[in-house]
């Protein structure tokens, strides 16, 4: 383990220390020790931990051992209810082919997969009804507060020559789903062998995030099954789609309900840590600077050669965690506070698709828009003692800052 690596990151943010006589900033300096570092990293490391995985109980003990270093260093909790921990859910489940079902009409029956598919983040029960209402014409947002689609089952089906871009399409479709429609439904025109393929994509477990929102539910529908709805209610769907009049809605005689069944197959409640020291200055502690690591690594897996099967990821990223609370220490010994409020964050969920950081960035506990930037620390032991590499820093302006430390 590189120590100058941790004390090198103290200089990264000169602007927070800028107002500390050089004593004060040696001793906070010397908080960060080898026996320090090589304890922290051992006790997230050890064998007892099986590896941290974001799937497994010890996740929590590791959250539990950082809390409690938080705890004792004074810092503010940031979590969940006045804790440490912020708390998320991930869950994995299929959609219910048998139960999941379009009923429109006197008997009609749109079943999954054949006649319908999700947009892929419909993983939750859905039950709604609503009267069928045909969006039809040149894609306009401006238009869409006029439609009157406000609790109706809206076919979108706009026109196709009108020179709209997708992402003009999507900007309707948004729009669409603003203003309160109980559910969307798009024709998709797609040969045999696509949309076999995708329907088989869709019975595979899927993923859903407790910080995802509930959307009005989008539903892809084979052009030639609405197609022959539309035709009994006397409209071509070639031809509407063909037409470039301006955005607008006709009402058919006939209510549809959409029935959506998620079956859950895992379900993973796991935590992130969030500690806060409150800067001193009135205005600039309203602004967070953020040091972050991960705190989870993959667990228990096939053994090696010599039998080992837990992989204790010291250095991905016990050594980065090690850090933050290092770095917590250091920050929160000095004598007089920095102007801006620092964050102090380890998150789960890293091996496993980001998914404690997105967690973070969508719910953080301050206003995003304070928080000003984000040190992310993985991996600390693996470069030259005189090496920091930073990726990501020619989107920002400590890039510069760095270069000259």
């Known amino acids: ?58 996740i929590e003990k590791a959250a539990r051992y950082i809390s409690g270093e938080f705890r004792k260093l004074g810092l503010k909790a940031g979590g ?13 489940g299929r959609i219910d082919t048998d139960a999941s079902r379009i009923a429109a009409g006197d008997g009609l029956i749109w079943r999954f997969g054949r006649d ?17 209402l045909v969006v039809t014409g040149v894609p306009d947002t401006a238009a869409v507060p006029s439609l009157g689609v406000n609790r109706a089952i809206v076919i979108f089906a706009p026109s196709a020559g009108s020179g709209a871009s997708p992402a003009q399409i999507n900007a309707v479709l948004a729009a669409l789903r603003a203003a309160g429609p109980a559910a969307i439904l798009a024709p998709l025109s797609a040969p045999d062998s696509i949309w076999d393929l995708l329907a088989a994509r869709q019975r595979q477990p899927l993923t859903r995030r407790s910080w995802d929102p509930i959307d009005v539910p989008l539903l892809v529908v084979r052009e030639q099954t609405i197609s022959r709805l539309l035709a009994s209610h006397g409209i071509d769907l070639a031809a509407v789609r063909g037409a470039g009049h301006p955005l607008r809605a006709t009402a058919l005689p006939l209510q549809i309900s959409v029935t959506l069944r998620a079956a859950i197959v895992t379900r993973t409640a796991a935590p992130n840590v969030i500690g806060i020291l409150e800067g001193r200055d009135p205005a600039l502690k309203n602004e967070y600077v953020v040091f972050s690591a991960h705190m989870d690594h993959l667990g228990v897996r096939s053994p090696d050669a010599s039998g080992d099967s837990i992989y204790n990821g010291a250095d991905d990223d016990a050594s980065g965690t090690a850090a933050v609370i290092e770095l917590a220490q250091a920050y929160a010994g000095l004598r007089v506070r920095p102007k801006r409020s620092l964050i102090f964050l380890t998150v789960s969920g890293e091996e496993d698709g980001l998914y404690g950081s997105d967690a973070f960035a969508a719910r953080p506990p301050v206003p995003v828009g304070q928080i000003v930037a984000d040190l992310n620390i993985d991996m600390v032991g693996r ?17 510069p800052t760095l270069h000259r430390v």
């Open 383 to 399: 470069n030259w003692k005189d090496t920091i590499v930073a990726i990501g820093q020619e989107h920002s302006d400590l890039g």
């Open 1 to 58: 383990m590189r120590l100058s690596s941790f004390v090198a990151l103290l200089a990264v943010l000169p602007v927070q220390l800028c107002s500390q006589d050089a004593g004060a900033v040696r001793a906070a300096a010397n908080t960060i020790t080898p026996a320090d570092v090589q304890h922290r990293i051992s006790v997230l490391a050890h064998d007892s931990m099986k590896g941290r995985s974001t799937t497994r109980p010890e």
């Open 80 to 92: 969940d209810q006045e804790t440490f921990l912020g708390r998320y859910s991930v869950v994995r």
């Open 116 to 132: 319908f598919l999700t947009s892929g983040r419909d993983l939750v029960d859905i039950e709604t009804s609503g009267a069928a």
